[in-house]
């Protein structure tokens, strides 16, 4: 049966979610001298990395994050730090906090990974400690039947609601054969071929994930429109046919260069006036906001290589690649259709 739209958006659950990395960020920020560091030098993540000795990506992260907190602000791409901070995060101000926000702080497994991954020793003490993270799977191909199907519900819970929202608000009335990279449960892909009736749909993704694909196409009863490819879309050949090629929450698991490798791999099998289409929570221009896109960046530096990303970078990846009219639409909750042509 296929699910009724909902009757509000999920970005209250979002909120929700996301709100874990909160006092770790700043406890982590607290414990590390970051706040004073900046305080007595403001500058950019490259330049605190080399004053700190922290990383220079999760600087890259955590900084824009503090700053939609509002610990900290953003001017001519460097950071200084708030009159909040200045007042009660500092620790030779008579009224600092730190202290107390520690207690609690710095006993959540959030702030052991965060300190981790700033000092660069990995995802050492996280959540993943002990187990293989999602992303080493995904980038050495090798995704066990147990792992492919704790993602898929987890990514299916929250990325339902997306897909109608999708399907709902962007336009792919132009459209008849998409291949959905890397689609997980196939919801995206379910979705939009109910919405579109001459689409057909292919989910291409590892094979442990495909057999549990097949299962959510199944149980919709779309299995004339949607089908799957096992495909290690690093290592294999991408098969041809389709006219729109679509990522969701794909490019954020990834650095920069890899989804630069991705973007051109689109390029290569698109039709002239094809299609490539990015499903992502953006950041704002400075990168400092909204909240929750700024917490889903934390989120992947915790577990992915990648981050959120602006629509400047996004563009900047698929013009890179040979991609035209590059423009990006808000499309359900906190996610926007990043879409390019091929000339």
Not at 44 to 62: H, M, N, P
Not at 191 to 199: I, K, N, Q
Not at 251 to 272: M, Q, V, Y
């Amino acid at each position: 049966m296929e699910p009724e739209f909902p009757t509000c958006d999920d970005r209250p659950v979002w909120d929700l979610w996301l709100s874990v990395y909160r006092l770790p960020a700043v406890t982590v920020a607290d414990e590390l001298h970051l706040f004073d560091a900046i305080a007595a030098r403001p500058g950019d993540a490259a330049e605190l990395a080399q004053q700190t000795g922290c990383s220079e990506r999760g600087l890259a992260i955590l900084l824009p994050f503090l700053a939609a907190l509002g610990f900290l602000v953003q001017r001519d791409g460097c950071f200084h730090v708030s009159d909040t901070t200045r007042q009660f995060l500092l620790h030779d101000s008579p009224f600092y906090w730190g202290a107390l926000l520690a207690r609690v702080g710095a006993k959540l497994p959030q702030h052991k990974s965060l300190i981790n991954l700033l000092k660069g020793a990995g995802s050492e003490g996280s959540a993943y400690s002990g187990e293989r993270r999602p992303v080493e799977a995904w980038e050495s191909g090798q995704l066990k039947p147990e792992m492919a199907r704790g993602i898929a519900t987890f990514m299916h819970s929250h990325s339902l609601p997306a897909s109608l929202g999708l399907a709902r608000n962007a336009d792919f009335s132009g459209v008849r054969r998409l291949l959905d990279v890397g689609g997980g449960s196939g919801c995206f892909s379910i979705s939009l071929a109910r919405r579109y009736p001459d689409l057909h749909c292919t989910v291409m993704d590892l094979p442990a994930m495909c057999e549990v694909a097949q299962e959510y196409i199944a149980a919709a009863k779309m299995e004339a429109r949607v089908d799957t490819r096992a495909a290690d879309m690093f290592r294999d050949d991408w098969p041809h046919g389709y006219d729109a090629v679509f990522f969701s929450n794909v490019f954020h698991d990834w650095s920069f260069e890899t989804c630069a490798e991705l973007a051109a791999r689109t390029h290569g099998i698109l039709p002239k006036g094809g299609r490539i289409c990015l499903h992502e929570m953006l950041l704002n221009d400075d990168g400092a906001g909204p909240l929750a896109a700024a917490a889903f960046s934390v989120a992947m530096l915790h577990g992915t290589q990648g981050q959120q990303f602006t629509f400047a970078q996004l563009r900047e990846l698929l013009e890179g690649a040979g991609f035209t009219e590059v423009s990006a639409l808000s499309t359900y909750g906190y996610y926007s259709l990043v879409s390019g042509i091929r000339p």
